[in-house]
């Protein structure tokens, strides 16, 4: 009995912590996203940083952004995470042009200004 | 000479092998949440696991009795056989967590993709828990475990205030949302404290043939070892609290955690800080492995023990190769490997007084210990300890909840 218990609350908290929370958490989590891309693209504008590293986080992240996309009922904090999304994606697929990070960064920098203003 | 080589040794392995995933998560989350507000959360787990580990090993010491065999002698068979079932549900769960995480780890060192790595990685935990001795197994992932001394490097590096580092050792209720921090209060003293850690250190005194004259080396390991592993812990909370609490970030993947010594410390950073993590974690999924097949066969009575061959503790090797395959069965199912483990680190709070008071019992009975029973030092902690672990046990799942993982109202 307890351990069913256990169990259903266990899948309880899976359930909402797969969830993206009220558009507040949802802007949190955009601006989140943002500024871990912008540590990561000035990884790579230094040439401090490994090219797989690079693609494979940024993937991840940008996976955040559209998971967030995919599930918010709010026009600004979709089109929010589809720019980022956009914008990790292209980081991701020139994980060592120190050029296009340079780009990405000052982009991600000002929609991580946009999610802050949204929060 | 030889005995104060073989206690640092020891020690060195203690301190690499501290740190698993549970312990990552939590204190790159709390940091980046709270900044340096909880590190006397940090201080309160390894003070409870320094208490009970230092504890259980002499029991074994000199009872030559681990964890679950004094379990269930002490809890009967019935409530014993509660403790064993949330024990082992609470290994699989973590288990599977560090399964996960050794393959995140190497997809962002190799690049290949995850599902592939998945198998990489539990064919991997499999065929060192198969071949490796359990000397082998303890000090090499503890040994290379230590390259995640590199957050030492960026905490240092990463300019924190040092002023509210020095604050953050003094308990507070924290400012910012109570409930999420009383939250991360019992995360991060379940991550210390996680059961496992006990199963796996009192088996491993019996396998390395412990005896009285050995409690020094235990006391050595729990104490030194524990304590200085605790380094570790701080520094992941105060690297994170310095570069991602200003930026408003939320850290919850494993590249986030490396991307905080990457930062400050650049392309060397990075690579030592993956490299500790992949090892400390797989090393922490081998532990967890042997802990939960541990407290099966030392429950049911049958012969364990990696001193004894595969083929000499037949059922001891199904259970751990049953435990790897259910783990993998669960993370390949495409479920978050870090969601896994925070849901892992709270049920295993659950579990903790039915681990802990059957030990305390043991360490005072002067039939089992002789000379060797719980000092008046030993039974304040220890006693102390228990009283807090009952306490979050009893608030980690409606916290769990409350604070939805952590994320806020």
């Known amino acids: 009995m307890v351990l069913r218990i256990l169990l259903l609350a266990a899948l309880a908290a899976i359930v909402a912590g797969c969830g993206v929370g009220p558009p507040p958490v949802q802007a949190g989590t955009l601006g989140s996203v943002a500024g871990e891309g912008v540590l990561l693209a000035q990884g790579v504008v230094r040439g401090e940083t490994t090219e797989t590293f690079t693609r494979v986080h940024a993937e991840e992240l940008a996976a955040q952004a559209r998971t967030v996309a995919g599930a918010t009922e709010v026009g600004d904090l979709r089109s929010l995470a589809t720019s980022l999304a956009v914008a990790l994606d292209e980081l991701a697929g020139t994980p060592d042009d120190r050029r296009a990070a340079l780009r990405v960064e000052r982009r991600l920098r000002r929609l991580a200004e946009r999610a802050k203003a949204l929060s | ?409």
């Not at chain 2, 059961?195 to 390991?221: C, H, M, Q």
């Not at chain 2, 001891?316 to 978050?336: H, K, M, N, R």
């Open chain 2, 1 to 409: 000479m030889k005995a104060i080589f073989s206690i640092a040794l020891g020690v060195l392995a203690a301190i690499g092998g501290f740190v698993d995933i549970g312990d990552i998560v939590f204190n790159v989350a709390a940091g980046s949440t709270f900044g340096y507000q909880l590190l006397w959360a940090v201080v309160l787990g390894v003070g409870g696991i320094i208490t009970y580990a230092e504890m259980c090993g002499r029991v074994a010491a000199v009872s030559k009795r681990a964890v679950f065999d004094v379990i269930r002698e002490r809890l009967g068979f019935g409530a014993g056989l509660v403790a064993l079932a949330g024990g082992v549900l609470v290994s699989l769960l973590t288990l599977a967590a560090e399964v996960g995480g050794v393959a995140l780890v190497l997809q962002l060192l190799a690049g290949l993709p995850y599902r592939l790595l998945l198998v990489v990685a539990a064919v991997g935990v499999g065929v060192v828990a198969w071949t490796w001795p359990f000397s082998w197994i303890e000090r090499v992932f503890g040994y290379v475990g230590l390259c995640l001394l590199v957050f030492v490097v960026a905490a240092i590096d990463s300019h924190p205030e040092w002023g509210a580092v020095a604050h953050g050792f003094v308990p507070s209720t924290g400012s910012g949302d109570v409930v999420v921090y009383a939250y991360y209060v019992v995360g991060l003293v379940g991550a210390a404290m996680i059961p496992y850690e006990v199963y796996f250190y009192s088996s491993g005194a019996i396998e390395e043939g412990w005896g009285p004259k050995d409690l020094g080396t235990n006391r050595a390991n729990a104490l030194i070892g524990y304590s200085l592993g605790g380094i570790l812990s701080f520094a992941l909370m105060i690297t994170a609290g310095a570069l991602f609490l200003p930026h408003a970030i939320a850290p919850d993947t494993l590249g986030s955690v490396a991307l905080a010594a990457q930062s400050p410390l650049g392309v060397i950073g990075l690579l030592l800080a993956l490299l500790g993590i992949l090892f400390a974690v797989a090393g922490a999924a081998i532990d967890t492995l042997f802990g939960g097949a541990y407290s099966i066969a030392q429950f049911f009575g049958f012969e364990w023990g990696r001193f004894r061959t595969n083929v000499g503790a037949p059922r001891f090797t199904v259970a751990w190769a049953v435990l790897l395959v259910l783990a993998f069965a669960v993370v390949v199912t495409g479920v978050d490997p870090i969601l896994v483990t925070e849901v892992s680190v709270i049920f295993a709070v659950v579990a903790l007084p039915l681990t802990y008071l059957p030990i305390l019992l043991v360490a005072n009975d002067r039939n089992y210990m002789g000379v060797y029973t719980n000092g008046l030092v030993a039974n304040v902690f220890g006693i102390g300890y228990l009283v807090i672990v009952v306490g979050i046990a009893l608030a980690a799942v409606p916290l769990m909840v409350a604070s939805n993982m952590g994320q806020g109202r």
